[in-house]
């Protein structure tokens, strides 16, 4: 079948109008991501800041025991946190 150059150049148009599309949609869906790597690198300083805040308060080696039973627990939601992430995304974060 033979097609008009007109035909032809509104082909191509759509064809270039879809990929335009396509390529706003992952630009936006990467600054998405951008923007929630940023917030969890903020979230892990303050964590680390208010970490070190409350070790340079312990007094007693009760105390740091149980800063450490609070750390590990944080760890461990962090995990669970990261975990169910990754099932959501299919696979590994990096």
């Known amino acids: 079948m033979y097609q008009t150059p007109e035909q032809l150049i509104a082909l191509n148009r759509s064809n270039i109008d879809a990929a335009l599309l ?20 903020k979230a892990a300083l303050a964590d680390s800041a208010d970490s070190v805040r409350t070790l340079a308060t312990v007094k007693e080696p009760k105390d740091l025991v149980t800063l ?4 590990v627990e944080i760890l461990a939601d962090a ?8 099932r959501i995304i299919g696979g590994p974060i990096p």
Do not use: N
């Not at 396509?22 to 690198?41: N, R």
């Not at 995990?79 to 990754?86: C, G, I, P, S, V």
């Open 68 to 71: 450490r039973d609070r750390q």
């Open 22 to 41: 396509f390529a706003g949609v992952a630009l936006q869906s990467v600054e998405k991501l951008v923007g929630l790597q940023i917030e969890t690198a």
């Open 79 to 86: 995990h669970r946190k990261r975990a169910a992430l990754e």
